[in-house]
């Protein structure tokens, strides 16, 4: 169990348009999912939280005008990335939390998709 | 500012052998630390964690070290197996309340190669 799933694996875009990444959550319900970037040879970097039926909260320096993050169900979050260009090329990758955050454990229930590359022409 | 660094890229170890995987944090904030395990085309899945009031946690073949005063963490990988092959991240959080739950901040990751 605990299977996440990120669609679509591999995306090419021109510069100016709108990519739409979607993040599921097959086998379980996620009270939270988070959206990460990565770039080549770097770490894992959290662009914004989100919580089913509410905003997602963004981490400082990530523009939420342009990362736009909707969590309409519990097992569905999306992520498009506006207005791309080619400096937003990147590796992006989801996670899902299966409890919410009272076990006292963090992490080992964050659950990560296998990722998105997006290339910007 | 790289608060989790791994400053090796890649690892070459030969089965049977132990594999070492190191980690610093400068953020003295973090109190609970975390190793995913990467293998291609699939995301992080999680490995074992401590949390800062031990220095030690052993989970079969996998042993995490922390040193707070270092502000260092280690994985132990022994005996090492070619199965093992697989880039591996360490990860930190810092409890700050419901807010930061979850809220992982990682390094970037240690390229491991177990050879038959």
């Known amino acids: 169990g605990a299977v996440v799933s990120q669609h679509p694996s591999r995306v090419i875009c021109k510069s100016g348009t709108s990519v739409k990444i979607e993040c599921r959550s097959l086998?379980?319900?996620?009270?939270?999912m988070f959206w990460y970037r990565q770039f080549p040879k770097k770490s894992l970097m959290l662009m914004a939280t989100?919580?089913?039926?509410?905003?997602?909260?963004?981490e400082q320096g990530v523009e939420k005008d342009k990362f736009l993050i909707n969590h309409a169900s519990l097992t569905l979050s999306t992520l498009t990335v506006t207005s791309a260009h080619p400096e937003d090329s990147s590796f992006y990758i989801c996670?899902?939390?299966?409890?919410?955050?009272?076990?006292?454990?963090?992490?080992?229930?964050?659950?990560f998709g296998p990722g998105t590359r997006l290339l910007v022409l | 500012d790289q608060q989790v660094k791994q400053n090796s890229p890649s690892l070459s170890v030969q089965e049977g052998r132990i594999s070492i995987l190191n980690c610093d944090y400068t953020n003295s904030m973090f109190d609970y630390f975390l190793w995913y395990k990467k293998y291609p085309a699939e995301g992080p899945t999680f490995l074992i964690s401590i949390s800062s009031i031990k220095d030690k946690n052993e989970d079969g073949r996998f042993t995490v070290f922390l040193n707070k005063s270092a502000k260092h963490l280690s994985l132990h990988i022994v005996p090492s197996q070619p199965g093992d092959s697989a880039v591996y991240f360490c990860a930190a959080s810092a409890d700050a309340g419901g807010t930061s739950y979850g809220k992982l901040t990682f390094g970037q990751g240690t390229i491991l190669t177990v050879h038959p």
């Open positions: 086998d379980f319900q996620a009270t939270t």
């Open positions: 996670s899902a939390s299966r409890d919410g955050g009272t076990s006292g454990r963090r992490g080992e229930t964050q659950y």
């Open positions: 989100s919580n089913e039926g509410s905003k997602a909260t963004y």
